[in-house]
C-alpha cells in the first residue's frame, strides 16, 4: 500500500472522517492549555516586560503563514505531476488558513512593534516579507473565486502558486537587500527565536503545536468540504444534462 | 486579575485579534461545512430518487 | 515568427492601445506625483528614479490584458495554438511585440519625464538602462498573469492583483539600481541581479504561460 491511496477521494475521505474528531481532540488538548499557559503563567522578561506573552500568538502564526504557504507549493505540484484531486482541493482548503495567519502574524506584529519600536509598521524585512506573502494569498484565492469551472481554476492556481512561489522567494531576497541598502545596520530584527529561556520556550512549544493540529483540523474539514463541493457540481451538471 | 502591567493595551489587542480571527475562521468553515454537506445530500436524495 | 510579431505591433499601434496610452499615463503619473509630494527641488530628485519606476510599472499593467484577450475572443488563439509554433514560442513573440509597444516606449521616455521631477545629470542615464533591462522582465511576467486571466470575463481588476506582487523583485532592485546610479554609488550589484530576473523570467516563464494558456483553451 502506497502513500498515493489516500488521493483517491473516496479514500481519503474515509480515512479523514475517521481521523478527525481525534485531530480536534489534540488541538483542544494542547492549544487551549497553551494559550492559558502562556497568557497566565508565563513570567515577565527584562527587556521585553509582560508584552513577552505577544510571542505566543505571533510565532506560531508567523511560522503557520509561512509553512502554509509550503503546504500549498508541494501538493500544487502534486496536482500538476499526479492529478491527485484531493492534493489540489487540499491547497485551496488551506488558502484562506494560511492567509488568516498571515493576517495575525501582521496583526499581533504591529501591536507588539508599537511600544517595542515605538512604531506600528516598519519596513523591516520580516514584516515586509510578510505583507508580501499577503499579496501572494491574495491573488491566489482571487484566481480560485474568478474562474468557474473546477478543473481549469486547480490547474492555473497550481501554476500561479508554483511561480508565485519562485518571485516570493525572489522578494524574500529583494527585500533584504533593499532595506539593507536603504539604513545600513540599523536592523529592527530581534532574533526572537534565538535565546528564549525554557520558562518562555515550553509554553511556546505547546502553543506552536496547537497551531499546527488546529491547521491539520481545519485544512482536513475545508478539503473534505472542497471534495463534497466538487460531487455536487457533478451531480448539478448530470442533472442538467438530464433535463436538457 | 493579572497584572499585565504598561503592556497591557499591546497584549489584551493582539490576543484579541487573534483568537477573533481564528474563531470567525472556525466558523466559516464549520458553516460552510454544514451547509455543503447538506446540499450534497439532498442532491445526491435527488440523484438517486430520480433513478 | 517575425510575421506574427509584426502583426501583434501593427494591432498593438492601429487598436490605439497599448502604444500611446502607456505613454500619456506615464507622462500623468509623473505630473501628478510633484502635485502629491510638493515641488520641493531636493525631494522630487530624490525620489525621482522610484517614482519612474512605479510609474513605468503601471504604465506597463495598463496594456497587459490586451498581449491575448483579443486573439482569445476572436479564435486566433486557436489557430496559433495549433500552428507549427510551439506555444512557448508564441507567448515570447507576444511578450516582446508588448515590450516593443510599451516597455521599449517607457524606457526611451523615462529620462525626459525625469525632467518634470528634477532628476538629476547621472539619473537620466541610470532610469534608462535600468529600465531597458528591466521592462522585458515586467512584460514577460506580464504575459505570464494574462495567459492565467486570458479565459475571464472581466480579468483586468484579476491581472493586476495577480501581476503586481511578481513585479516586486524586479521593481526593487531596479528602482534600488537607478537610485544608487543616480547617488553616484556603485549599482552593479542589483542591476546585474535585475539582469538575472529578466534572463530567468524570458528563459522560464514562456513555459509557465504556454501551459497557462494551453489549460485555459482547452
Not at chain 2, 21 to 47: C, D, F, G, M, N
Amino acid at each position: 500500500m502506497s502513500l498515493w491511496e489516500f488521493a483517491n477521494p473516496v479514500r481519503f475521505m474515509a480515512l479523514s472522517g475517521k481521523v478527525l474528531p481525534w485531530v480536534i481532540g489534540l488541538t483542544a488538548l494542547t492549544l487551549i492549555p497553551g494559550l492559558i499557559w502562556g497568557f497566565f503563567f508565563t513570567p515577565e522578561a527584562v527587556n521585553f516586560g509582560n508584552s513577552v506573552k505577544i510571542i505566543y500568538v505571533h510565532v506560531p502564526s508567523a511560522m503557520m503563514a509561512i509553512n502554509i504557504w509550503v503546504m500549498m507549493l508541494v501538493t500544487s505540484l502534486i496536482w500538476i505531476v499526479r492529478r491527485h484531486h484531493v492534493s489540489v482541493r487540499a491547497a485551496k482548503a488551506a488558502a484562506l488558513i494560511g492567509v488568516t495567519m498571515t493576517v495575525i502574524a501582521l496583526i499581533t506584529g504591529a501591536i507588539w512593534g508599537e511600544p517595542m519600536w515605538g512604531t506600528y509598521w516598519a519596513w523591516d524585512p520580516r514584516l515586509t516579507s510578510f505583507l508580501i506573502l499577503f499579496l501572494f494569498y491574495l491573488g491566489y484565492m482571487a484566481l480560485w473565486a474568478a474562474i468557474e469551472n473546477p478543473d481549469t481554476a486547480a490547474d492555473l492556481t497550481s501554476v500561479l502558486c508554483i511561480v508565485g512561489s519562485v518571485f516570493a522567494l525572489l522578494s524574500r531576497y529583494a527585500v533584504n537587500f533593499w532595506n539593507q541598502g536603504l539604513h545600513q545596520g540599523a536592523s529592527l530584527s530581534m532574533d526572537k527565536e534565538e535565546h528564549v529561556a525554557d520558562v518562555y520556550y515550553l509554553p511556546l512549544l505547546l502553543c506552536l503545536a496547537g497551531f499546527v493540529l488546529l491547521f491539520i483540523a481545519l485544512v482536513l474539514i475545508r478539503t473534505r468540504t472542497e471534495l463534497r463541493l466538487v460531487r455536487l457540481h457533478r451531480l448539478e451538471i448530470r442533472e442538467r444534462m438530464k433535463d436538457a | 486579575m493579572l497584572e499585565l502591567g504598561k503592556y497591557a493595551d499591546a497584549i489584551l489587542s493582539s490576543w484579541g485579534a487573534t483568537l477573533a480571527l481564528l474563531i470567525a475562521l472556525i466558523l466559516v468553515t464549520w458553516r460552510r461545512s454544514v451547509q455543503v454537506k447538506k446540499a450534497l445530500h439532498t442532491a445526491e436524495k435527488r440523484a438517486s430518487g430520480n433513478g | 515568427m517575425i510575421a506574427l510579431l509584426v502583426r501583434d505591433m501593427r494591432l498593438a499601434m492601429r487598436a490605439g492601445g497599448g502604444f500611446g496610452l502607456g505613454l500619456a499615463f506615464f507622462l500623468i503619473v509623473s505630473t501628478l506625483v510633484p502635485f502629491g509630494v510638493g515641488p520641493e527641488a531636493a525631494i522630487l530628485s530624490r525620489i525621482a528614479p522610484g517614482i519612474l519606476w512605479v510609474g513605468a510599472l503601471l504604465a506597463c499593467l495598463l496594456s497587459l490584458d490586451r498581449i491575448f484577450q483579443l486573439d482569445f475572443e476572436d479564435g486566433s488563439l486557436d489557430l496559433l495554438a495549433t500552428a507549427p509554433i510551439p506555444m512557448e514560442g508564441t507567448v515570447a513573440i507576444k511578450a516582446l511585440a508588448h515590450w516593443l509597444v510599451t516597455g521599449l516606449p517607457l524606457t526611451l521616455a523615462a529620462p525626459a519625464f525625469g525632467a518634470l521631477m528634477n532628476l538629476q545629470s547621472p539619473g537620466h542615464y541610470w532610469i534608462f538602462v535600468t529600465l531597458l533591462i528591466g521592462t522585458p522582465a515586467l512584460s514577460m511576467i506580464g504575459a505570464f498573469g494574462a495567459a492565467l486571466t486570458v479565459g475571464l470575463k472581466r480579468g483586468g481588476l484579476l491581472l493586476s492583483l495577480l501581476v503586481l506582487p511578481l513585479y516586486i523583485p524586479t521593481l526593487i532592485f531596479g528602482a534600488e539600481a537607478a537610485t544608487r546610479g543616480t547617488a553616484g554609488l556603485s549599482a552593479l550589484t542589483p542591476l546585474l541581479i535585475m539582469a538575472g530576473i529578466t534572463a530567468g523570467s524570458v528563459a522560464l516563464l514562456p513555459f509557465a504561460a504556454a501551459s497557462a494558456l494551453r489549460i485555459n483553451l482547452r
